[in-house]
């Protein structure tokens, strides 16, 4: 589940930003929306008979991930994906994927911030 202006943020915002969709198989209704907006970010419509602001472009990228349910396992599963992803990403871009400077000032500046409370 998700909100609904995120869903126009995605459809018809200024940036593309790449989504992920988890289906967790949980209830059939929210499985079918969660593959009808993949397939709504990925091909849009081009229908000229439509009021633009009832236009969308199509060709955002998403991804639809699919699990059988939510249990240790499969939670496992997907963190390890999204680690792999981002040792990946740090490697084709050649950054220190576990570099912790960005971390480190930001316990910094909550210490900070606890010490005015």
Known sequence: MSQHSFHQLLHQGTQVVPVDFIDIGSNEILSAHAQAQADALAFGTDDAKLPAYRQYPGNRPSSMLSLEGVNPGNLGRLIA?????????????????????GVELGKALAAKILLRR
């Open 81 to 101: 994906l999204y680690e792999h992803k981002v040792f990946t990403q740090g490697v084709i871009w050649n950054i220190n994927s576990f570099d912790q400077w």
